[in-house]
């Protein structure tokens, strides 16, 4: 009874086996391939271990030989070309392994997914050398390793373990802005266009895609009269540039220096500058929002802090006092914002930082006393990148390293950096890990330098002698990766690598000087009449080198002076003493050698001829020339001349 049932069941599996092989589905069911990773993963590392070994046999072998002959080494492989050849021979042995199985199993049409690995490019990738990039100069490492580091990552490029491999200082041009003091950089965000300003009340605009190796600039002007410009900045759109000048009320231009608009001044009478709507003293600097394109910041002389949005001039939009130990009025020197525009930062002529929260302008937030001697200035303060660290440069020749959040005292110090400029600059590299300022110098006292410190161990790194004069304002901008100077003696120095910097400066030393175009001298003046009669009127001049050409073919315009005639004379001409005005002056006037000792009878020599012969004037009045009749002297007038002066009658 059992065994009917069975084969029953058994030709109902087999007729189920048939229908499906007709229908397409038959080998739906089949049972999956089952791998052994234990056994493929141990084959493979016997299979790196044994190459591996082979490989430094051989490089030894060959390293031993050529020491004996040319007393030259050869370069080991490096560890990732092992692990590379090592992966290669585990996948190899791995595919090989796959590849037998599926020989083994029949029913299987096409078990590999993607295309085979050529075995030509495997061949090529087990028997070429490997060659590794060029080491970069100056590289003091080993360029081998020993067979223990072989299982540690990665070596690291050694421009990351110097970062002074990276500053683009390789090639440099300058700007001649003037003879003064450029006391103003400005870069726009784009890197396009360079606005300087200096001592000499101008503002001069360069465009590095516009200039050519003549390096002019395209405009100059001086938008605040006789003052001396002290900060340049264009906004984060790049679309205006903020103007501080001597003067108390800020400008706004636009990117071709027209105006637009200009900061209320504010009434000096007003003890409280809490109640004035602007400034009342010489401002000191400023600088734009770093997230809102429409404020920007000064500060001033009379002791405040002032926003400002440059949809609204007549009043400020708030004021930040800075405050002595003794809450007194003290004056900043220089403000910041932070990176993400909500702290305020002051250096105050008394050597303290103050730092508000944008939005609180009554308390500070953060304040240090002693940051800097009293009495100094403090010329410039700058966020890092990250936000986290502010550096400050000092009237008292130091620069010194803030954590905002333990602001009590610096993180690091340096010394014997001189600073004779309120406004000398410092920056932050674009990676954040250098720190840049520059130093001043006396006249004819050396050079004025651009120092890098590093920024963790504050260690002086490298320096950049620019010119003899003081360096003043300093620039790193992060898209160019060029580093823009400004000096005491009116230069503005770019500095940039032609591999690591991009736009900028390279885009104008590649192009030629333009030939001058030399000015067309007018040959004749027309006077234009619109309204005169057709037979009066004069073809108008359309162009002057038309004219130019017309009157060189003409012979009587075009004809050559005749040179002085030398020689016995031509042409009617005589050569003789006498035929121009300076041989006719040394004949007849230099050269005269006549004698005359006794000058009255030279003179009076056709006197007698005159009167007996006259021939000019005497004739034309002989018929009605008068008779002369003199009056006779009588003996009054004889003793009235031998009477004494006193007593002669005045008359």
């Known amino acids: 009874m059992d065994t009917r049932k069975v084969n029953e069941a058994s030709e109902k599996m087999d007729g189920d086996e048939d229908i499906g092989s007709v229908m397409g589905f038959s080998g739906f069911g089949k049972k999956a391939r089952t791998f052994d990773l234990d056994a493929i993963f141990e084959q493979t590392r016997r299979t790196a271990i044994e190459r591996s070994q082979r490989i430094i046999e051989e ?196 990117r071709d220096g027209f105006n637009v608009m200009e900061c209320v001044k504010g009434d000096q009478y007003i003890v409280d500058m809490a109640n004035t709507k602007g400034h009342t003293a010489m401002l000191n600097s400023g600088c734009w929002h770093p997230k809102i394109k429409e404020e920007f910041m000064t500060c001033s002389n009379d002791g405040s802090v002032r926003t400002w949005d440059v949809n609204s001039e007549k009043k400020h939009k708030s004021v930040f006092k800075p405050r002595s130990h003794q809450g007194k009025k003290v004056i900043p020197i220089c403000c910041t914002y932070s990176r993400d525009g909500k702290l305020i930062a002051a250096g105050c002529q008394d050597g303290t930082i103050q730092i508000w929260d944008r939005n609180l302008s009554v308390h500070t937030k953060f304040h240090c006393r002693q940051a800097h001697t009293p009495g100094s200035e403090t010329s410039c303060l700058c966020f890092s990148y990250d936000g986290m660290t502010l550096a400050s440069r000092g009237g008292d020749d130091s620069l010194k390293m803030w954590d905002i959040r333990n602001f009590k005292k610096p993180v690091n110090e340096a010394t014997r950096l001189t600073n004779f400029f309120s406004m000398t600059d410092c920056c932050f590299s674009p990676d954040d890990k250098l720190l840049v300022t520059g130093t001043s110098v006396k006249k004819e006292e050396g050079n004025g330098k651009l120092v890098f410190f590093d920024r963790v161990s504050f260690q002086r790194l490298y320096e950049i002698e620019v010119t003899n004069a003081s360096v003043v304002r300093c620039l790193w901008h992060p898209k160019l990766n060029q580093i823009m100077v400004g000096t005491g003696n009116g230069l503005a120095r770019v500095y940039y690598d032609p591999v690591k910097s991009h736009r900028g400066a390279k885009l104008c030393v590649v192009k030629s000087k333009r030939k001058e175009k030399q000015a067309e001298a007018l040959t004749q003046d027309y006077i234009i009449t619109p309204h005169a009669l057709p037979m009066f009127r004069e073809a108008r001049q359309r162009s002057t080198r038309k004219q130019l050409e017309k009157d060189r073919l003409d012979p009587k315009k075009s004809h050559k002076p005749e040179p002085p005639v030398s020689g016995p004379g031509r042409g009617g001409r005589v050569a003789a003493h006498g035929g121009t005005l300076s041989s006719f002056i040394v004949k007849n006037i230099a050269l005269d050698k006549t004698d005359d000792s006794n000058p009255r009878e030279a003179i009076l020599r056709h006197a007698k001829e005159a009167s007996e012969n006259p021939y000019w004037v005497a004739p034309a009045y002989k018929q009605t020339q008068p008779e002369p009749i003199f009056e006779e002297e009588s003996d009054e007038d004889e003793e009235a001349d031998k009477e004494p002066e006193w007593k002669k009658r005045k008359i």
Not at 114 to 120: D, F, K, L, N
Request: negative net charge.
């Open 59 to 254: 490089r030894q072998a060959k390293t031993q030989m050529e020491e004996e002959g040319e007393s030259s080494h050869s370069v080991k492989p490096s560890i990732h070309r092992q692990k590379d050849k090592a992966a290669a021979a585990s996948s190899s042995g791995q595919k090989s392994e796959s590849s037998s199985e599926s020989d083994s199993d029949s029913d299987s049409d096409s078990e590999l997914i993607g295309p085979p690995v050529p075995t030509q490019l495997a061949a090529q990738e087990d028997d070429e050398e490997f060659v590794g990039p060029p080491l970069p100069p100056g590289y003091t490492g080993s360029t081998a390793q020993s067979d223990d580091d072989d299982d540690e990552g990665e070596t690291q490029d050694d421009d990351d373990d110097h970062p002074v491999k990276k500053i683009p200082d390789t090639h440099e041009i300058t700007l001649q802005h003037g003879t003064k003091t450029v006391s103003a950089l400005g870069l726009d965000p784009s890197g396009a266009r360079l606005v300087t300003g200096g001592y000499d009340y101008d503002v001069r605009f360069w465009d590095f895609a516009g200039m050519d190796q003549s390096l002019q600039a395209f405009r100059s002007l001086q938008p605040c009269e006789c003052h001396q410009i002290k900060t340049l900045q264009y906004s984060v759109t790049g679309d205006v540039i903020l103007v501080v000048s001597g003067n108390s009320q800020a400008k706004v231009l636009d």
